[in-house]
C-alpha cells in the first residue's frame, strides 16, 4: 500500500491531493510538528531532510511534492493525470513543474521564512515587499501560459494543475493579492473538485495541528 507523511496545508497537499484524484488505497500519517515528529529517527530515516511530503511505495521513498505528483501519475497512467513521455504536452508538464518550484512559490517561501521561520534577529521586513513585488511579476507569466484554458497543460486537468492550484491558495492563505481574475477562476473551480473536498476531509480529523 502507498504510504503518505505530511502535515496540515503544506506542500505534501499537493501529494494527498493527487491520491485523492487517483482514488487509489493509502495510508496517510500526519506530523505532529509542534511535537517535532518529523525530526525523530524513525522519520529522518525516512527523509533526511525532515521536511514533507514522504512518500513511501513498498520500501522506496520519495520525497519532493513534485516528484511525488508526478511518480504517481506515472505509476498509473491510466489515470491520464500526466502527459505521455515523448510528448510537447509532456514537455510543458516539465516546464511548468519548474516554474512553479524555481519562481512561482519562491517568493511566498521567502515571505514565511521572514515571516515565522527564521529567528525573529534573522529577519529583513524590507524583504516582504521585494517578494510581493517578485510573486506579482511570476503571476503575470503564470497568466499568460494559461490563457483562457480551464487546465495548464493540453487543455486536461494533470498534476500541475495541483502544483499551480496549491501555490495560488498558498498565496491567499499569506493575503496575498492574486490579481488576475483569469487566475483566479482558474484555481476557484478546481479547489471545487471532489477530491480536493476530500482532502479537507482529512485534515478534520487533525484540527489541532493546522
Do not use: C
Not at 511525488?68 to 515523448?86: I, M, Q, S
Not at 517561501?109 to 517578494?131: C, D, S
Not at 493575503?175 to 473551480?189: F, L, W
Amino acid at each position: 500500500m502507498l504510504e503518505l507523511y505530511g502535515f496540515n496545508e503544506s506542500r505534501s497537499h499537493r501529494t494527498l491531493w493527487a491520491l485523492e484524484e487517483l482514488g487509489v488505497e493509502y495510508q496517510y500519517t500526519n506530523l505532529n510538528f509542534m511535537k517535532g515528529e518529523h525530526k525523530s529517527p524513525e522519520f529522518l530515516a525516512k527523509n533526511p531532510g525532515g521536511k514533507v511530503p514522504v512518500l513511501i511505495d513498498n520500501g522506496f521513498a520519495l520525497a519532493e511534492s513534485a516528484a511525488t505528483v508526478t511518480y504517481l501519475a506515472d505509476k498509473f497512467p491510466e489515470k491520464n493525470l500526466v502527459p505521455k513521455a515523448g510528448t510537447k504536452e509532456r514537455a510543458l508538464y516539465g516546464q511548468w513543474i519548474a516554474f512553479v518550484i524555481s519562481e512561482l512559490e519562491q517568493p511566498l517561501w521567502t515571505m514565511g521564512r521572514h515571516k515565522f521561520i527564521y529567528p525573529e534577529n534573522k529577519r529583513i521586513p524590507q524583504v516582504m515587499e521585494l517578494a510581493l513585488w517578485e510573486f506579482d511579476n511570476q503571476l503575470k507569466i503564470l497568466a499568460e501560459g494559461l490563457g483562457d484554458n480551464n487546465y495548464m497543460v493540453g487543455n486536461q486537468f494533470s498534476m500541475i494543475d495541483i502544483m499551480i492550484v496549491h501555490t495560488v491558495s498558498w498565496a491567499r492563505k499569506f493575503q496575498v493579492p492574486i490579481g488576475d481574475e483569469k487566475v483566479n477562476k482558474y484555481a476557484d473551480s478546481l479547489l471545487e473538485r471532489d477530491a480536493h473536498k476530500r482532502v479537507l476531509a482529512v485534515y478534520e480529523k487533525y484540527p489541532n495541528q493546522q
